[in-house]
């Protein structure tokens, strides 16, 4: 890519928890992978001379969305919308973390939006939002420096775990961590910290998994209440 204008494609796989799922919320162990139905973002990236540079969200759910990359008035806006505001919020976050708030307005950034995974089915598509959204960002800080944009440290990671309170209120951050990891693991919190104890990282796990969407969305907020009365009882 050059320094005016370039093309990125990101894709980010789903996941399935398939153990310990809303109980990891309260600490404890999981056993979770990617699973091959991905968020892909096609972004056309051109410069603005003016450094007015836009952005003009497309999605099928969400429809089309046109903001400015200015982090100021990110946060005046509003909508109507529950997830327009949480892409919004997590758009700014990735932005204010990468610290990339000039950078972001010498560009106009087509982005567009398609999820394989059904969305508020557990398959962790806000995590894999919330990953694209701050690949994103680290191409646009790092263009052809970075060696691989989905490769994320420590800090990267946290800071994502934290957006992901912008859709669920609460968060393990069990998605996060079990997307960027690229295996299946079975996971322990040690010291506040998940941490993978075994894990098979071959492309192609030694089993299937059927898969059955029942098209009745889920509420994680309510689902977590109901678990803690449990866990708690």
């Known amino acids: 890519m050059n320094n005016s204008d370039f093309h990125i494609s990101i894709k980010i796989p789903a996941k399935v928890i398939i153990s310990g799922e809303f109980s990891c919320v309260f600490g404890c162990s999981v056993i ?130 934290l957006a992901e309170n912008i859709f669920h209120g609460k968060s393990s951050g069990i998605d996060i961590i079990s997307i960027a990891s690229g295996c299946l693991g079975f996971y322990e919190k040690c010291n506040g910290e998940w941490k993978i104890k075994e894990s098979i990282k071959e492309p192609n796990p030694p089993f299937y998994l059927l898969l059955i969407n029942s098209n009745k969305s889920k509420n994680t907020i309510e689902s977590l209440k109901d678990v803690l009365e449990k866990v708690t009882n």
């Open 32 to 161: 979770t992978c990617p699973i091959p139905l991905f968020l892909c973002i096609e972004s056309n990236i051109t410069s603005n001379q003016q450094n007015k540079g836009q952005a003009i969200i497309k999605n099928k759910i969400i429809g089309e969305m046109k903001i400015s990359n200015n982090v100021d008035e990110i946060d005046n806006l509003s909508t109507d919308n529950k997830i327009k505001d949480c892409f919004l919020k997590v758009y700014r976050h990735a932005i204010n973390f990468y610290n990339i708030q000039k950078l972001v307005t010498e560009f106009d950034i087509d982005i567009s939006l398609e999820s394989e995974a059904p969305i508020g089915m557990g398959l962790g598509s806000s995590a894999a939002f919330i990953l694209s959204l701050f690949s994103l960002c680290k191409i646009l800080k790092y263009r052809s420096n970075v060696e691989n944009p989905l490769s994320f440290n420590q800090d990267e990671t946290n800071e994502m775990k």
